[in-house]
Nanobody, 125 residues
Framework: QVQLAESGGGLVQAGGSLRLSCAASGRTFSRYAMGWFRQAPGKEREFVAA????????YYEDSVKGRFTISRDNAKNTVYLQMNSLEPEDTAVYYC??????????????????WGQGTQVTVSS
């Protein structure tokens, strides 16, 4: 199994930036594709971004394309989400998740078996 812990959330004004980190421990990090999801109050958890085991392929939800960047450092067992040009609509709890298919392009939360505890991102207008 892999354990995940997010950090880097906080309060930022619209137009600002944050970088989220997700540190993994346990099984070999490079065995997993990694994803970021978010959940706003009263809404379902939704896909934000994902990357395969090597970081060579990345995928984004349409509303964050050009603003968010997912990356990973397998030597540090960490995946990142750089968020620029933040909007109030980006306010949510952000979760990182691991998928034990290292090549997957899945965007479904149901396909990710391991989750962190989440970190709050609040964007003020």
């Amino acid at each position: 199994q892999v354990q995940l812990a997010e950090s880097g959330g906080g309060l930022v004004q619209a137009g600002g930036s944050l970088r989220l980190s997700c540190a993994a421990s346990g099984r070999t990090f490079s065995r997993y594709a990694m994803g970021w999801f978010r959940q706003a109050p009263g809404k379902e958890r939704e896909f934000v971004a994902a990357t395969i085991w090597s970081g060579d392929r990345v995928y984004y939800e349409d509303s964050v394309k050009g603003r968010f960047t997912i990356s990973r450092d397998n030597a540090k067992n960490t995946v990142y989400l750089q968020m620029n040009s933040l909007e109030p609509e980006d306010t949510a709890v952000y979760y990182c998740a691991a998928n034990d298919n290292p090549y997957t392009s899945s965007r479904s939360p149901a396909d990710f078996g391991f989750w962190g505890q989440g970190t709050q991102v609040t964007v003020s207008s």
